[in-house]
Each structure stands twice: as C-alpha cells, then as structure tokens.
C-alpha cells in the first residue's frame, strides 16, 4: 500500500489512521499546486487519477483510491475491531458519515483554497474567515460535551478533524472564541500515531533533502 502525501495537508489524517491501524504503507511525497509534482517512480502524479490532489492511496494490486473520506473508510473497515469506525448499517456509522461530510465540506473545502492556491489573492480568505466562524463554533460546541467526536472513543473523524482544525494553528487565527477545539487539538496532538505519523513525514522530508544532496 502507498499513500500519496503533501506535509502539512489533508493527506496526514489517513497518515494519521494507517499509525493507529500499524500498516507500514510506503509514503510518497508529492507537490500540490498550481505546478503538482512528478512522482519519484517517474509517473506523472496527474495521471495518478483524481485531480492531482492528495491523499492518493494506491492498493497492492495497483488501484489508487481517492477522496479522504472514502480512503479513511477503507482503512478502518480494514481492521473493524479498532473501533475507528463503527459498523456499517448502524445509526452510528451514519453520524460518522455526518461528521466527515460536514469536515469535509463545511471546513476542509472553506480552508483549503486559502491555503493552497495564494494565486487567487485576498477573497478566498475572507470569505473562510467569515463563514468559518459558525462552523468552528458548532465544533466547539460539539467538543464542550463530548471527548471525541463521537463522543467517547477516538475515530477516523478525529484524525480528519485534528488535520483540518489544525491549519487554524498553522494560519495563526485566534481561538479565543474555540478554547474545546483548541484543547482537544492538544490532546489529539498527543497521540503516538499522530506524533508518529509526524516523525514519519519529517524523516521522509531529511532522506529526500539528504539524496537530492548526494
Ligand atoms: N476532494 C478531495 C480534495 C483533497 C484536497 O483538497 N487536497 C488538497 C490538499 S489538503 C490538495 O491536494 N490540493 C491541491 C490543489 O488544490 O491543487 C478529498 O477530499 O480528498
């Protein structure tokens, strides 16, 4: 299995499943953007499928999944015992789905064109800026009462949350009016996979920077 992944994007909440599951998928650095990479096996990352965007998960047999949500799912029906995703065709599988198409739509999609494509200037923040305001307050909410997002016990959601929620720290917004979300991006910090999935990314990063020397 390979994933497909960009630092610091939406890419690191399968990263962040594949740590909790223990699959040692091969990682695969690519460039998003205005200019995406061509990929170190020489393929170029557009006709990888999709958009080119991450995360890319390419199976042993050769498919290559895309769409977060969907990969995230994969993952954890992978091992239904981890209880990262309840089972399907229960009430909760469905509140499960609730989440990821609201992180999905409602935040990750607000986030990522600020984010990612400065080519199209001041407007795109300003509008995330405006309308993200309700929807990190209903997360905010949300997390007054409960631990995870499901409540009492850690999913694919939380990894998708803390990726996404995250990119407030990394804009430097003010979180005064979020202090449940900005503690439980603490505390979701702290996990081993996600400290893990982290260290796996940098060490990544140096033997690239390393061979490129070389
Ligand atoms: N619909 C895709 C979108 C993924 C996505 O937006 N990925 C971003 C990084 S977080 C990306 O690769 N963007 C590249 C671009 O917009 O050109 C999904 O949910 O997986």
Not at 26 to 47: C, Q
Not at 122 to 128: C, D, M, V
Not at 176 to 190: C, E
Request: charged residues 25%; hydrophobic residues 40%; contains cysteine.
């Amino acid at each position: 299995m390979k994933l497909y992944y960009t630092p610091h994007t939406c890419s690191f909440a399968p990263h962040i499943v594949l740590r909790e599951l223990g699959i040692d998928a091969e990682l695969s650095r690519v460039r998003i953007g205005p200019d995406p990479s061509v990929v170190a096996d020489g393929r170029d990352f557009r006709e990888l499928g999709a958009l080119a965007y991450v995360p890319l998960l390419e199976l042993d047999d050769g498919r290559v999944l895309h769409e977060g949500v969907s990969i995230l799912q994969y993952l954890a029906d992978l091992h239904p015992d981890s209880g990262l995703a309840p089972a399907h065709g229960s009430v909760e599988r469905i509140e499960l789905n609730q989440w990821l198409i609201f992180i999905s739509s409602e935040l990750h999609k607000l986030f990522s064109p600020w984010l990612f494509h400065p080519e199209y200037g001041e407007t795109p923040a300003k509008i995330a800026r405006d309308r993200l305001q309700p929807r990190l307050a209903l997360v905010d909410a949300h997390l007054a009462k409960n631990e995870f997002v499901l409540g009492q016990r850690f999913s694919i959601a939380d990894a998708y949350l803390y990726t996404i929620a995250g990119w407030t720290r990394a804009l430097k917004m003010d979180m005064t009016a979020y202090p449940n979300l900005d503690a439980y991006l603490d505390r979701i910090g702290q996990r081993d996979s996600v400290r893990d999935a982290l260290r796996r990314e940098r060490e990544d990063a140096r033997v690239r920077a390393e061979s490129a020397r070389a």
